[in-house]
């Protein structure tokens, strides 16, 4: 309904009423529209006043927004190497300029270009970005970015504990979990968010 009422003002010039609203939305009644106008109005989304039939006004919300770097490449499928952890924060390939509303961690983020397929199943493709929260802990099932020491390597996997070892699962069922010893493991964040690009860095 507010991409409606936005719309209806960009061609228009002045806002709708209510009917115009409940025919554009298709809703039933102008009971509903009503309703949802007050939610829209408490909510700060517009300003009207109920006794003028075109009152509505969007309201200035400030956005906030969070840079967050793209610090490089992670492999979706077969771990490849990647430049290493300590220097991420000074050589990163792009930015993103992402809405604190849309993020549960405001501070310690980063993102990272997906290559490989083993996270499909996750909806998680090749080319497309996982914007992560720093951290070397994670629960078990999470989606991890998880540096393997000895390989000097890095992949995207969902991590596992089982008893002596660590699983590190894809998300593809073609594709087989790795194991390794908790010691090769280094958990270097969890995945918050994935966005899909056109354009791709790999």
């Known amino acids: 309904m507010l991409d409606f009422i936005n719309e209806f003002m960009e061609d228009k010039g002045y806002p709708p009423t209510v ?3 409940m025919h554009g939305c298709n809703v039933r009644s102008t009971a509903v529209v009503q309703h949802h106008l007050k939610v829209l109005e408490r909510e700060g989304y517009i300003c009207r006043d109920p006794e003028l039939s075109r009152s509505i006004t969007l309201a200035q919300r400030e956005k906030s927004t969070v840079r967050v770097p793209i610090l490089g490449i992670i492999a979706a499928g077969e771990p490849i190497p990647v430049p290493q952890s300590d220097t991420w924060s000074h050589d990163f390939l792009d930015a993103l300029e992402l809405s604190v509303e849309l993020m549960d961690v405001k501070n310690n983020t980063y993102a990272l270009v997906v290559k490989g397929h083993s996270m499909i199943d996750a909806l998680i493709d ?8 720093a951290t070397n802990t994670v629960e078990d099932g999470a989606m991890a970015a998880v540096w393997l020491k000895q390989e000097q390597e890095v992949t995207l996997k969902k ?3 089982e008893g002596g070892r660590i699983r590190l699962q894809p998300a593809n069922v073609y594709m087989e979990p790795l194991y390794h010893k908790p010691d090769n493991v280094d958990i270097q964040g969890r995945v918050l968010g994935v966005i899909r690009r056109l354009a791709s860095f790999t």
Not at 126 to 133: E, F, L, N, W
Request: glycine share 8%; hydrophobic share 45%; no cysteine.
């Open 19 to 21: 009917r115009e609203i």
């Open 126 to 133: 090749d080319g497309d970005i996982v914007v992560m929260h």
């Open 159 to 161: 991590v596992y504990r």
